[in-house]
């Protein structure tokens, strides 16, 4: 069974300053789909990003964009010019890629604060 | 934009009582999910369901739940006799199609969540 690690359960950045949130997973398949999901104090999953396994580049948005290492199977959220609003609870998950209406698998979960 | 909606917000209810908690997928998606998350835990998969019935279903799942497509619009899940440890968040996802390789269209789509608290 896939797996899904991270290792930081809290974090905290200075506004506008620029953080990197952990995830490491295990798997044996190699097609599959890497995500954060982002979780604020309403308790909504919100989908910040997704990657591709297959994909050499690394998947962006705005100021998120994540480090994908296929062989060392990590893939991290780096935040860039923090803002207030980012503060949240991140959760990295893997999906399979097989057919089929396949759940995410999520870790446990990193609790970022930002400090004005 | 589509979102995924879910009543009610919070449900409060006595060990033993049964509870439904509903959801209304975004309208064009097909493939629907339950998950739950205990207070300071992981989010974690309950069920999957596609075309009436239920594609994969996790060990949570046992025989005290139940999920239900209604009609066109909602997708329920039923506890059937709740207990303490079923006290939890539970989110309904929705997503236009299954896994697709370099296609977004299987993205879930998470609604608010149900707080479930049981006493």
């Known amino acids: 069974a896939q797996t899904v690690t991270q290792s930081q359960p809290e974090m905290s950045v200075q506004e506008a300053e620029t953080v990197t949130l952990s995830c490491t997973y295990d798997?044996?398949?190699?097609?599959?789909?890497l995500f954060w999901y982002k979780q604020p104090p309403s308790r909504q999953m919100i989908l910040v990003i997704r990657?591709?396994?297959?994909?050499?580049q690394n998947a962006t948005e705005n100021r998120f964009s994540v480090n994908f290492q296929k062989a060392a199977k990590s893939f991290s959220l780096k935040i860039s010019d923090s803002q207030l609003g980012d503060a949240a609870m991140y959760f990295c998950?893997?999906?399979?890629?097989?057919?089929?209406?396949?759940?995410?698998?999520f870790g446990k979960g990193t609790r970022l604060s930002v400090i004005a | 934009e589509p979102e995924v909606t879910q009543t009610p917000s919070h449900q409060v209810t006595q060990m033993g009582q049964e509870v439904i908690l509903r959801c209304v997928p975004i309208s064009n998606h097909l493939y629907f999910y339950w998950y739950r998350q205990i207070l300071g835990q992981k989010v974690e998969f309950l069920v999957s369901?596609?075309?009436?019935?239920?594609?994969?279903k996790s060990e949570i799942f046992d025989d005290q739940f139940s999920v239900e497509r209604p009609d066109g619009s909602n997708f329920t899940l039923k506890i059937r006799s709740t207990k303490l440890e079923d006290s939890a968040m539970y989110f309904c996802?929705?997503?236009?199609?299954?896994?697709?390789?370099?296609?977004?269209?299987?993205?879930?789509?998470f609604g608010p969540g149900t707080r479930l608290t049981v006493l």
């Open positions: 996802a929705s997503s236009p199609t299954e896994p697709v390789l370099a296609s977004s269209t299987d993205t879930q789509y």
């Open positions: 990657q591709e396994a297959y994909k050499q």
């Open positions: 998950a893997y999906r399979t890629l097989t057919s089929g209406n396949t759940p995410l698998v």
């Open positions: 798997t044996s398949e190699s097609d599959y789909y």
């Open positions: 369901f596609y075309n009436n019935e239920i594609s994969e």
